[in-house]
């Protein structure tokens, strides 16, 4: 069964500082890739998508995410942050043939702090 | 406005008492499906429907039934509630063929069983 790791559940940082959210994913077959946040309060909202293409994916509210296949991650970056940033990032995945059913990894809080 | 809405926002029963968390798309979605967050585990899958009297289960289906009666709803029924279906409950709605699409959440139902 397809898994998702997310090896950081908290990551503190300063606002303007860059940051890296970490996901694994255990497929060696194609796969399609998702990161979404969670603000306080709230539902999910899709922030980026990779399906096929480009390896480097741009995303609402200035991130960005690589897709590396040999590494089976995909790894969410900011180069400079907000304190409205502030939130809960959860990675999923889609495996081709499973309908539609997105397997998501424990998720990462961010903390931008003043 | 494009949305899934989720009710009741919050709800506090007693174990044993049937209850009904509703679910409704307005975007014409194919798929929709069930999620339980909780901490530490980030969100995994309760039941999916890829579309009208079409259900199945995901990873996590015990003590739920779900219904899918019309296009636009698919409430989640926990027949008798228990302390460990205490949860933070979305809904989520797609588009299905061609895809994969994104997944578009509602605000979610905050569930405690006492």
């Known amino acids: 069964a397809q898994s998702v790791t997310q090896l950081d559940s908290q990551v503190p940082v300063f606002e303007e500082a860059p940051v890296e959210l970490r996901c694994n994913y255990s497929s060696s077959v194609s796969v399609y890739l998702f990161w979404y946040v969670q603000y306080p309060n709230q539902g999910l909202q899709l922030l980026l998508k990779y399906l096929s293409g480009s390896t480097l994916v741009k995303g609402i509210n200035g991130f960005e995410a690589e897709f590396n296949k040999s590494q089976t991650s995909f790894h969410l970056r900011k180069p400079s942050v907000h304190i409205s940033d502030t939130a809960e990032y959860f990675c999923a995945v889609i495996s081709p043939g499973g309908g539609n059913k997105l397997t998501f990894g424990t998720g990462t809080q961010l903390k931008v702090e003043l | 406005e494009a949305q899934v809405t989720q009710n009741p926002r919050y709800l506090i029963t007693v174990t044993g008492k049937k209850l009904t968390v509703t679910c409704s798309q307005n975007?014409?979605?194919?798929?929709m499906s069930w999620y339980r967050q909780d901490p530490g585990l980030g969100l995994r899958q309760i039941y999916y429907?890829?579309?009208?009297?079409?259900?199945d289960k995901g990873d996590v289906p015990e003590g739920y039934k779900v219904s899918r009666k019309e296009k636009r709803n698919f409430p989640l029924i926990l027949e008798s509630p228990s302390p460990n279906q205490t949860s933070l409950y979305f809904c989520?709605?797609?588009?299905?063929?061609?895809?994969?699409?994104?997944?578009?959440f509602g605000p979610g139902t905050r569930l405690t069983v006492t």
């Open positions: 975007m014409n979605h194919e798929y």
């Open positions: 429907s890829m579309n009208v009297e079409v259900t």
């Open positions: 989520a709605s797609s588009l299905l063929a061609g895809g994969p699409y994104e997944q578009y």
